[in-house]
């Protein structure tokens, strides 16, 4: 008797994964300072609602949660750039050399030729890089579109601001994180008063517009910063 054995192919595919980039300090400190600032603002007008039901309750302005939110907002913008600089710094000056904007950034950061040669002799002289440029950047207020745009062009990127713009694919998007940052400079410096002594008015809902365009726009540069870090 003869046994007829059919024999199969079994075909196994490979699973394939994309990588998902690790989320770098920056962005995720960036995200739990905007949070905040989105919690805040989110909460004005169910309260400014609870209050005015609330009876023998004076009225009170409510106003300056929208205020303290774009405070929060421009922080964390702020804090994110200068970290998220010095969190490239050294795995680019490793992988493609420093740019001349890179080396007048150092000579101003204090690394002079002496300094230099004495890097050359300790453990870990990219350790005490980075170090000198966080040191530089306590100083250095990144809120300005210009500001930024100066900034990154150390890595090569120009015109960084208006780029994360187009890839946002918002033609106001600049615009409205100008009106927002020149905001919060009248509050953190002059009350948020006019020239008259009287607070001027703020709309919580153009504000909390505001903080999301501000938010994207930081989305943007963190997209656009880790498309160049794969390059």
Excluded: W
Excluded at 68 to 75: D, F, K, N, Q, S
Excluded at 92 to 100: M, R, S, V, W
Excluded at 180 to 201: F, M, P, Q, S
């Amino acid at each position: 008797m003869e046994l007829s054995v059919k024999s199969e192919t079994v075909i196994v595919a490979k699973k394939t994964t994309t990588k998902t980039p690790h989320p770098r300090k920056s962005y995720t400190t960036f995200e739990t300072v905007a949070k905040r600032s989105r919690d805040l603002i989110a909460l004005q007008t169910p309260v400014e609602k609870i209050m005015a039901l609330a009876p023998n309750t004076p009225p009170i302005d409510l106003s300056d949660m929208s205020r303290a939110a774009v405070v929060l907002a421009v922080a964390a913008m702020d804090a994110y750039f200068t970290d998220v600089f010095s969190e490239r710094f050294v795995p680019f000056l490793k992988k493609k050399g420093a740019t001349k904007a890179m080396v007048k950034l150092l000579e101003d950061a204090g690394l002079h030729t002496e300094l230099a040669l004495e890097l050359l002799a300790t453990d870990r002289p990219y350790q005490r890089i980075r170090k000198l440029v966080e040191a530089y950047h306590e100083h250095v207020t990144t809120q300005k579109q210009a500001v930024i745009d100066e900034l990154f062009l150390a890595y090569g990127l120009k015109d960084f601001s208006s780029n994360v713009e187009k890839l946002k694919r918002r033609k106001t998007l600049l615009k409205s994180l100008t009106t927002l940052v020149k905001r919060r400079h009248c509050i953190a410096h002059e009350g948020d008063l006019n020239g008259h002594g009287r607070v001027r008015t703020i709309d919580s809902v153009q504000t909390k517009s505001r903080i999301h365009d501000l938010i994207a726009f930081v989305s943007g540069a963190d997209d656009l910063l880790q498309r160049q870090h794969t390059d």
